[in-house]
């Protein structure tokens, strides 16, 4: 089992407040992603990291922002949260090597934004 | 623009059946398709990930193949189990990372 860690598992804030949600692995992969995914919809790229100071945006517009100071951690934050950014955010990381190797996801965070 | 569709959309089948989900992509310059399967408000797990210069890839009961050159690859159960219900999701690596189709929502009826 891949271990990597996402927390909270769910949160329920209100809007105009500021959230971090948080990633992190132990498999030392050079390379992490955050996905969004609506009930019964799809997986969206939002971000992704291919190392250390290196960040890049998906093919989904997203109003949040990442960092990558550490190889182990990918936090995603919203200055301020809306309704519309009410969903699940799914993070992976996969192994340096092919360009987009296999990928390992966390269990999720569910976001609601009252 | 690389789009993933999977068909059905939904399945429903008894216990012991053998089954098959459909997955097909419309550039066939991909390094990698991925199997993942998800359970309800969790995360993805990999099932069977086919390089590009493969043709399938088996695991227990699943065999995932791969024809690149039509962009297509189905995902074979065999001797479902009520444990297998889930939502199958199909994901293609090239350029970009990973693009997801929609997902087949499986029913094992025991």
Known sequence: ?????????????????????????????????WYQQDPGMELHLIHYSYGVNSTEKGDLSSESTVSRIRTEHFPLTLESARPSHTSQYLCASSPRGQPHNEQFFGPGTRLTVL | KQEVTQ??????????????????????AIYNLQWFRQDPGKGLTSLLLIQSSQREQTSGRLNASLDKSSGRSTLYIAASQPGDSATYLCAVSGNTPLVFGKGTRLSVIA
Do not use: W
């Open chain 2, 7 to 28: 068909i059905p959309a939904a399945l429903s089948v008894p216990e012991g059946e053998n089954l098959v989900l459909n997955c097909s992509f419309t550039d066939s």
């Open chain 1, 1 to 33: 089992e891949a271990d990597i860690y996402q927390t909270p598992r769910y949160l329920v804030i209100g809007t105009g407040k500021k959230i971090t949600l948080e990633c992190s692995q132990t498999m030392g992969h050079d390379k992490m992603y």
